[in-house]
């Protein structure tokens, strides 16, 4: 008798939900549809194509658990203003968060992310802006605007993109200039708390080789949270945005083009409010009386950025291939964000234990990146495609403390310098019409220096500078076999890589070093048209092992932040969506995961929060005992479902949408606490609108978070029962036009 290993076990269990759903789709499901590039008829579903092989293709025939969110998807959530933390949820095991606002998101995807806040963190889900990795964090929030998609790729993504892609990648490209003709649009909406959003492009055929657009995003909210310490009302969680892009296209002919782009974002406002002592003790509620528009804190509260970049990618039809160059360059130019973060002050009772306020900066980041890639334009059943990259990236960064004056107490400044080059290359080979198999490599070396400029008023424990390096090979194999013409299975095993970290020193603490982390996945899914293309669905399985995961150990009974390697992490889950038509004008999608993570290491143990309560085991050194312990942030469950139903009229068309999120319950360290659990959060939007002219024009009425739900997201957990909460309920009217 042969015995299955628990992985197999495991991925054979959810494994029968992929064959059951192609089981119920039928050889002749979608006998109507005579090509992917149809037109959609009434009631008929889009083509989606994404480029998550770097290659664009249909959807369907992607061995990838992959979601796009385009158009209106995008239109709706954004519409209230917000910035990329909007997408936490909307597709499947992705969450986002972040304890520092709008300018520092962390990505989660299938539970696997990094909780780490430092100036150098580095993430496993790659956000990719264009074609260009987009590496520090602060750069992976620059705001979302004249977008043509977003890709949301689960699972490793080590072959083809540009690094640190073990848990994934969220992939966003902007509408590209054209030479057809002018043409552009505007969306203008007002919301509660003085909420304003003006967003615009322009595309403007220079000649007949040349062409440009222009993007703009202007962003406001006004301050409406009141300091009950210092008596100023109004005065904090306010904001002010502006983005701009301008690319130029130069194609002389079919077989050559050039398209320049320059970006540019700043911000400044309120940072992330730390409210104290807002979680009851015992539980995971908020305290009897809380109340949103109010704060106690006696320290500052902002945070200023200016973002620049550009990139230029080149293209040439060389006949038998094709032959690509996409040269990347980012920059901070200023970052400063300041917070108290105790959240309160002596007279709000109960007292805060001792006063936190601290500055993070960056005055500058430079990170420059090349790739150059070649594809085949095969007409056989063989393609491949293989090409160099190479990353460099020198940041300057630092943190301040200071005292209930004010006055800067300490200091510590440090510069990290990040060189990687890689080599890497994909083939694709069609056994026959119905089975096609994939495979990639990559090898890449990663190496950081990392050096501590100045330590004022701080006493440095062990060397000032350290360097990591590292290098590994990475591959995938898959393959996609189709039962029809409009039903696909897939299976993929990948593995993927995430360079070492570094963590400055602060005081009493060293430098601390991560190991490089591997993660192996193991994925299978069915993806499927049906109904004469009224209806799509997907649904993907998967397990995976994570070596050396680096954590972040943050707080506990002191402001520290360092790093860390588990042993290991396991996760499995299954991630399914369906959309489609239930009649020509009534249209519903939904979607969801679930994503189980566990950390298996019986030697790591942190320290315990100063005022929780702590409900794992506690080892005779007094710390906390983190083995079994699901990853901070990642939710069991997420879902989404959204339903648009529309009225022809003799002008025009009546709608009204509504969309609905959720996410069960974190933990928002590495440890559980009852107080430090985070609660399901359910947020839900609504939409009515009326548009004519073929669609040209468009008045709406939105709500966001319309019952007005208020949760803890996030903790300080080494002071006192400090949190911070989700965004507030909003209501608006939007206008849009194109020309």
Known sequence: MIKMSKMQKRFSRTGGAVLALSALVPAGAAMAQSADAQAPQAGQLETVTVTAQRRTENIRDVPVSVSSLKDEKLDVILSGGQDIRVLAGKVPSLNVESSTGRVFPRFYIRGYGNADFSTFASQPVSLI?????????????????????????????GTLFGRNTPAGVVKFESAKPSLKGMEGYYNLSYATHGTT????????????????????????RDDYVSNAFTGENDSMEGYNEHAERVQVLYKPNADFNALFNVHQRVTTGSSRLFRANIIKKGTNDLVDGFDADKIYTNGQNFQNLKTTGGNVRLSWDLGAVKLYSITGYEAINQYLSRGDIDGGNPGNAPAVPFQVETAGSIPDLKQYSQEFRVESKNAGPLNWQAGVYYFNEDATGGTDNFNTAGVRTTRVTSQQKNTAWAAFGSVNYAVNDQFTVRGGLRYT??????????????????????????????????????????????????????????????????????DAETITSVEAGVKADLLNRRARASLSVYQYDVKNQQLTVVGGNSNVNKLINAAKTKGHGLEGEIEGFITNQFKVALSGSYNFTEINDASLSVNKCAQCTVTDPINGAGRVVIDGNALPQAPKWIFNASARYNWPLAEGNLFVLTDWSYRSKVNFFLYEAKEFTGKPLTEGGVRVGYNWAGGKYEVAAFGRNITDTQRITGAIDFNNLTGFINEPRQWGVQFKGSF
Do not use: C
């Open 197 to 220: 959003n003006v967003e615009g492009a322009v595309n403007i055929p220079l000649s007949n080789e040349w062409a440009a657009r222009v993007s703009t995003l202007r962003q406001h």
């Open 129 to 157: 802006y264009d074609d260009v990795v987009q590496e520090n964090p602060i750069l992976k929030g620059f705001p979302m605007f004249d977008l043509a998609n977003v890709e949301v790729l689960r699972g490793p993504q």
């Open 445 to 514: 070396k990663d190496k950081k220096d990392f050096n501590t400029l100045e330590a004022i008023n701080t006493t440095l424990v062990g060397p000032r500078s350290v360097e990591a390096s590292k290098d590994k090979i990475n591959w995938d194999l898959s393959g996609t076999y189709a039962l029809n013409k409009d039903v696909s299975v897939y299976g993929r095993v990948a593995t993927g890589f995430r360079a070492p970290s570094i963590a400055a020193a602060s005081t009493s603490v060293p430098i601390t070093v991560a």
